[in-house]
């Protein structure tokens, strides 16, 4: 009995020393991550599933410049607002739930065609998209999930949702849409100089807001949102602490950062960087694509400000990691995005760690995975609302999991995916959607999945811009 009681006094005093040392969040992510790193291994032992057939099912013949310019004309025309500073993500009826997340990614997006082509136009289109994603942070706190005209047809607008004679927003504001915020506010930081000084203080207002609200995403009225989690509780969204430390770490050698600085040394001294690192995991069967999509976002914006090469390599590996995981994918965006920010970490920190360093030397399998799903487009009908039933088509070969259902051994054809706001944060073996589809109206998405993809694809050299 007495030697119960001291293993029992023994084990309380190493719990209690590691609680001083690295806190209740620390203690939470050391017991967490290994049983979930070993949950992933064994996932990717069981998955059956292989990656995209090299050879494209292509349904519009034309060079992808042709499509690219054909698409941006009508994103101009039908799906930005505001003289260009605003994305409206589908007609009519808008979405009103992630505006903020993909502003972001259309914010990125234009500074990429800037980028690629500096000239005026582009320039001003790049400022425009920035402006727009710094109006979500003036509702909410920090952010709201949309902001429009109060003149846009939008669908109801359900909980948190306002609006005055000009303005008509939402807030409730979740993970998803800090991950494309913060990551359309690094890339501004890091290759919009004229937007530079603005991005900062966009930063530093977020950042302050989530100080002195402990960590936790709020509306107006003070009350949490539905997803607050992003650095506050004791188990918090690891893409949200991913988030967080992006905007401590990027105010941490600014004039007056010394309390980011700090902030920033804390989380990771509670082991918060780890935890942030893992992102995204896997359920099996069960559809995370959306889960995986905001992780790559969160992941990229976080290793674009990071120049600590610890943390850093933690994310370097676990972007390394998420692509490993998602590899059945063939998911252009993921895996151009993945390329663009680790060569980007690489050349300012001249090294990468090794699991990093492992993947990117692979890069000629991941480019030609990446290729076939940017030749199967067809717009603009493949991004129009119509029944899919793919699970009728006797073409497709099946395979199954253990102890779960059949899925399509390789990634559908884009063209004949059921239509969605963004491809890329949608499962590549998605079968039926829209059945017994009663409303008529047609209904549009906008283009902005094919650009982003696009522009980062011509960015890395994957793609020419002949092709």
Known sequence: MKRRWAMAAAGILVLGSAVSHIGVRGVIAEALLPPLYAWEYFHRVLDPRLPPSPTPSIRDPR???????????????????????LLVLNRPDSHLGDVCLWQGVYAATAIFEWRLLPTERNLKAAEAAFDGLALLATK????????????????????????????????????????????????????LPSRRAAALAELRKYAD??????????????????????????????????????????LAHTPGGEQYLREWARFRRERQDRWA?????????????????????????????????DTGGRYANGLARLERLTFHEGNS??????????????????????????WLAGRNDHLARARPAMFEWNYPE?????????????????????????????PIPVWQRPASDFVWQRPARALDDWRK???????????????AAYRLGLLIGALSPEQ
């Open 209 to 250: 807001a989530l100080i002195a609200s402990g960590y936790r995403l709020e509306n107006s009225d003070g009350t949490p949102t539905r997803f607050h989690r992003v650095g506050g509780a004791w188990l918090n969204s690891p893409v949200g602490v991913l988030t967080t430390m992006t905007a401590l770490r990027a």
């Open 382 to 410: 493949n991004k129009m609302r119509a029944e899919r039933l793919n699970s009728e088509r006797s073409e497709i070969e099946f395979v199954k999991w253990p102890f779960g259902p059949r899925t399509p051994k390789r």
């Open 277 to 309: 690192a893992f992102a995204s995991g896997p359920a099996l069967w069960r559809n995370q694509t959306t889960n995986h999509n905001i992780a790559h976002l969160a992941l990229s914006a976080a290793l674009l400000v990071e120049d600590d090469l």
């Open 63 to 85: 060079p992808l410049h042709l499509q690219a310019e054909a698409m941006r004309a009508d994103l101009e025309r039908t799906f930005l607002i505001e003289d260009g500073k």
């Open 140 to 191: 909410g706190n920090p952010l709201a999930r949309s902001i429009y005209p109060a003149s846009l047809q939008t669908e109801p607008g359900g909980i948190q949702y306002h609006r005055d004679e000009n303005r008509q927003w939402k807030e409730d504001a979740s993970i998803d849409s800090t991950a494309g915020w913060m990551f359309g506010m690094a890339v501004a930081l890091r290759f």
């Open 437 to 451: 589809l009663e409303d008529k109206t047609p209904l549009r998405f906008a283009p902005m999945d094919f650009l």
């Open 333 to 358: 965006f993921w895996i151009y995005l993945s390329i663009w920010t680790l060569d980007d970490f690489r050349v300012r920190r001249r090294t990468l760690p090794a699991a990093a360093a492992a």
